[in-house]
């Protein structure tokens, strides 16, 4: 059983900075691909990023990419998003979600991923 917990989700203005964690349970953290979700109210959730077990490829969502950085510390069982320069429609629950081993879908598919966290809300006011 796999269990991941988010962090550091809150309430900033327009402009500010956000640091998300996301701390697993399990000895095999270092093997599987982790990404990170969101979800707005009414909406889809959607892809933010992704990242492999090496952390040698990293995917972002085009609404994202140049503001956001996501990161792993594979000894800490740990993987961050580091979000920059926040806009209001980056408000959200933010979910991570390990991605399956032997999985068939783009990084970019929430089917893609076998286990998520509970989730962290982001709110960004203008």
């Known amino acids: 059983q796999v269990t991941l917990v988010e962090s550091g989700g809150g309430l900033v203005q327009a402009g500010g900075s956000l640091r998300l964690s996301c701390a697993a349970s399990?000895?095999?953290?270092?093997?599987?691909?982790m990404g990170w979700f969101r979800q707005a109210p009414g909406k889809e959730r959607e892809f933010v990023s992704a990242?492999?077990?090496?952390?040698?490829?990293?995917y972002y969502a085009v609404s994202v990419k140049g503001r956001f950085t996501i990161s792993r510390d594979n000894a800490k069982n740990t993987v961050y998003l580091q979000m920059n320069s926040l806009k209001p429609e980056d408000t959200a629950v933010y979910y991570c979600?390990?991605?399956?081993?032997?999985?068939?879908?783009?990084?970019?598919?929430?089917?893609?991923?076998?286990?998520w966290g509970q989730g962290t809300q982001v709110t960004v006011s203008s």
């Open positions: 990242i492999t077990w090496s952390g040698s490829s990293i």
């Open positions: 399990g000895r095999t953290f270092s093997s599987y691909g």
């Open positions: 979600a390990r991605r399956r081993p032997n999985g068939r879908y783009e990084h970019s598919s929430p089917d893609e991923y076998d286990y």
